[in-house]
């Protein structure tokens, strides 16, 4: 790959973030797995054939940390010197939450189906195979989830964009 | 292939806070771990914008925003490397002797160079370019003479045009023969700010 890496962090460094909260819910775990998602890329970047779709091969990248991540996680809860050493202001009073805890409330299998297809742009076939699913159930699954997100949506107070009802059917 | 949904994506915010903070630590342990080729940041000029690229060796590429940083940033992609990210600490010390320069503080670099984007003839000349002194300038044809291949004025003015490291490799010091600017990669007007400063500090 030719491209400078700092604009792909630049340009594909929201989504992934976004991938990476809604797979591991907790805001400190999505910022290790985020770090850890752009270390290994920028190691295989100069190898990296340049036809690759560079954010689906990110978000292929962050299944795996984050998958590290649940590992580490289980192994040792609450690492303190892993802690981040600034004061993250998610889901700290006032801060803009969106549709976090709509995202967190989901079943599992919706969950992950919403963050790889509808937040990672991967097709449903792919997100089957990272989830241990079908594409079948996984269609579904990412419906359901994003219908709930919708209703999550009516009632939000302040959405700066609707949800379209086209968006979930792509 | 199928692309993230922009509608659900602007309703789950992520904080640019911390992804700043998160692109910040990334440079540091790319650093750490021999995987940061290039670092880069911005300095703001008297003319304009400029963006600085260092290697490991040194300052490889000063430029500035009429060129496009983003497409710049490409070049040094392709000839350097793509490990390329913004870590500002790595670039302290460029940033510093600019900012003395253009205060009138500072007459000369002293920075190591990174020449990676150069060769042959055009090397040869940006290697000579800073032996003319502060303040004063050579023509084309001078500098030519100087690097020992006196009708070589017209390679002399696409060595300076081509000029991967301008302001610290002074290509602004060499004129036409008739005395007037001629042409600079940071525009005709850079270049004579340039020149006014060093005449007045």
Known sequence: MREPFEQAVARHG???????????????????????????????????????????????????????????????????????????????????EGLWSEVAALPEKQRLAVAYHYLGGLPHAETAELTGSTPAAVRRAAADGVAALRRGLAGHPAPSRALSPEGADR | MTTADPDLSAALPVDPAVLEHLSARLAERAGQEQLLDVATRTVDSPVGPLLLAA??????????????????????????????????????GAARELEEYFAGRRRGFDLPLDHALSRGFRLEVQEFLPSIGYGSTLSYGQVAAQVGNPRASRAVGTACATNPLPIVIPCHRVLRGDGSPGGYVGGTDAKTTLLTLERTA
């Open chain 1, 14 to 96: 929201p989504a992934v973030m976004r991938v990476c909260r809604a797979v591991l819910l907790d805001p400190a775990d999505a910022e290790d797995a985020w770090s850890e998602t752009f270390l290994s890329a920028l190691r295989a970047w100069p190898e990296l054939p340049a036809s690759t779709n560079v954010e689906a091969w990110l978000v292929r990248v962050a299944q795996r940390r984050a998958i590290d991540v649940i590992r580490r996680r289980s192994r040792a809860p609450l690492p303190v010197e892993s802690l981040p050493e600034w004061a993250s202001t998610a889901g700290g009073p006032g801060a803009d």
């Open chain 2, 55 to 92: 290697t490991e060796r040194g300052l490889v590429r000063i430029a500035f925003e009429r060129e496009g940083f983003d497409t710049v940033l490409e070049t040094v992609a392709t000839k350097v490397s793509p490990r390329i990210l913004r870590a500002p600490a790595r670039l302290d």
